[in-house]
């Protein structure tokens, strides 16, 4: 029951939005179960994955059922350049320059990026390495997410700032007990109704 995560296009005749994690060819990228990417053009997820250089050794996990909209750019810890000096990156252009290449101590890494399970990430979003965006979590159109994000937490602007989170407390701390996207499939499907009208209270009854 329900569409094959391990089929790219899932949408017959749409090879605009696309599962993600048939589409991996990058070891350090991991994907949950019918998390997509809603593309322009067709274009590649991992083509808005930058800078991402397998030796540096960062991650970026996307959970499950997370919806990507077209143009979000995850920015890895490839793109950080050293402040300690000049900026330029003399190193990678040879000619005796890459003598005076830096060790990973030496570069301003931040980590990788973790986006947790039924996360919305609105159109040409942009995530910086180091950030953690929390399950339930929803980011604004054209965001600039520099810092880590509280799940259940809608945030906007450049840098995004928290607007309001989604529930009160009380509801976000059930639905993170509950964690629906970890069910069997049968289970999500069978129970659809209320996950996406949010009745929190029969879901905390099955």
Excluded at 25 to 37: D, F, L
Excluded at 135 to 142: F, K, L, N, R, V
Aim: with cysteine; charged share 20%.
């Amino acid at each position: 029951m329900g569409p094959n995560p391990n089929v790219k296009y899932p949408i017959k005749g749409n090879q605009n939005v696309q599962f993600i994690k048939p589409t991996i060819t990058r070891p350090n990228i991991i994907a949950g179960n019918y998390s997509y990417y809603s593309a322009r053009n067709g274009e590649h997820f991992e083509d808005q994955v930058q800078h991402h250089y397998e030796f540096i050794g960062d991650q970026l996990i996307i959970g499950k059922f997370c919806s990507i909209a077209a143009g979000t750019t995850f920015i890895m810890d490839g793109a950080n350049h050293r402040m300690d000096g000049s900026t330029y990156p003399f190193n990678i252009f040879g000619h005796g320059w890459e003598q005076h290449s830096p060790s990973l101590d030496d570069l301003p890494l931040k980590g990788g990026i973790r986006i947790g399970n039924d996360v919305w990430i609105g159109q040409d979003a942009t995530i910086l390495s180091g950030v953690t965006i929390g399950d339930g979590a929803i980011i604004a159109t054209q965001s600039v997410v520099t810092r880590s994000v509280e799940p259940y937490t809608i945030v906007g602007g450049n840098p995004a700032k928290p607007i309001r989170t989604r529930f009160s407390k009380e509801n976000i701390d059930d639905w993170l007990a509950i964690r629906w996207w970890d069910w069997e499939i049968e289970l999500i499907s069978k129970h659809i109704n209320f996950i996406m009208n949010g009745d929190i209270n029969q879901l905390k009854s099955i």
